[in-house]
């Protein structure tokens, strides 16, 4: 069953069917909020806001605008701009690490450490060479998997400039890293 299938049944009042959404996009969603606020509590807190205010406005959610995983990333990103602009987050920011895979082989974690610290590397290189835009973007893309339209429907800008964002912020780290 697809999200837009799943949404009408939730809608017509079978409102278990929700949880079915909410284990599908969690540990996506989850990583998106977490590289925004590097804090895995209140990345867990913002979580279920998210989804809760996803639950009481879902039935303005319209298809013919956006995929429902656009619609989701735009509202997971406006709901964390607002939490980073509060005084709340002023008083709670410690960070904590965050580690999804705990369970892990012990042959594994060392590839994971490198892993991780590769990434990391590409991410402060990213936030220092890149404007504040161009970073979403590539982040969006490259680490949340979005294709260019569900970036362009989160961020309301169009297709091209997504393209372009992407061409010029690959050439600037190449730069960078060669």
């Not at 409102?15 to 509590?41: G, P, Q, S, T, W």
């Amino acid at each position: 069953m697809n999200d837009n299938e799943l949404i009408e049944k939730i809608l017509s009042g079978d409102k278990d069917l929700y949880a079915r959404l909410m284990d599908k996009y969690h540990n996506e969603i989850f990583k998106y909020v977490y590289n925004m606020v590097y804090n895995y509590n209140q990345t867990e807190d913002l979580l279920q806001e998210i989804f809760f205010k996803l639950y009481k406005s879902l039935k303005k959610f319209d298809s013919t605008k956006a995929s429902f995983r656009t619609w989701l990333y735009r509202v997971s990103k406006n709901h964390v701009i607002n939490y980073l602009k509060s005084a709340n987050h002023r008083m709670n920011s410690q960070v904590f690490e965050y580690d999804d895979n705990i369970n892990q082989s012990e042959e594994n974690i060392e590839d994971r450490a490198v892993n991780d610290n590769q990434i990391s590397l590409v991410l402060n290189a990213m936030e220092r060479i890149l404007s504040p835009k161009h970073f979403e973007i590539m982040h969006l893309h490259y680490f949340s998997n979005l294709t260019v339209k569900e970036i362009s429907e989160t961020l309301n800008i169009p297709d091209k400039t997504v393209y372009k964002a992407i061409k010029v912020s690959v050439e600037k780290l190449k730069k960078e890293v060669t």
